[in-house]
């Protein structure tokens, strides 16, 4: 088992997206993508807030980040800038952290849960493995490029309820150990049956912003989820 005291959990973030430019502090339901992602390892029983780091450069993300009783990682502009740079360049904190092992926790998925941020966190310290990759499970109908399937024939009946599960990428929560990324390995090696260990994360909760239009719908998504619980946790106080 690993100890919690050995586990970093970093947020990294930077305003030189292409796609969505400047994703990271633009109004998102009255608050910013930053904001919603320091607020909820805060919030975590799970996470002391010493071993919470947020890995900016610019000024702007910084000033966000000086607002909450974490860590702030001066990533350099670099890393922040450059597209293509080897893994030890990108995740530059690898050796400059005193922990063992991180958490990488993707800002732009706002729909993650305290909740399953915590499960994740507590399957990765009772793991013997030194990865942990978020993932969703799909129940649908699946081919290869040259036409064969990726599922049970014998349960193909063009109905998703007997397809066989195949995990997709979850793109929220990572684990690894930071050695190894120093060895250009990021999680681990998924060929090696065990090496890296997959964990379910609710499919509702892996939106992941990286356009435009996925900013303007997923904020709207976010407001009804949040007035939604606001309503509720007022229904149950009458």
Known sequence: MKQISQVAFLIQAR?????CPKKMIRPFANTT???IAIDKLIKSESIPN???YISVYEEE???????YPVNIFHRSKKSADSEGLPMTEIYEWWNKIPHDYVILINACTPMISV???????NCYLKSESNGMFGVIAKKNYFWKSNGDFLIDLDKAV???KDASI??????????????DIGLGTWMGDFRKNGDVELVEIPERECFDIDYEWEFDLYEKLYTSVINNNISLERNNEH
Not at 115 to 121: H, M, R, S
Not at 166 to 179: D, V
Request: charged content about 25%; overall charge neutral; aromatic content about 8%.
């Open 61 to 67: 993300l910084k000033d966000i980040v000086s607002k």
């Open 115 to 121: 909740d399953t941020i915590n499960k994740f966190v």
């Open 166 to 179: 195949i995990y997709e990428a979850a793109h929220t929560l990572y684990a690894s150990k930071l050695s």
């Open 15 to 19: 305003l030189s997206s292409q796609r």
């Open 33 to 35: 993508l930053l904001d």
């Open 50 to 52: 010493e071993n919470i």
């Open 158 to 160: 063009m109905n998703t």
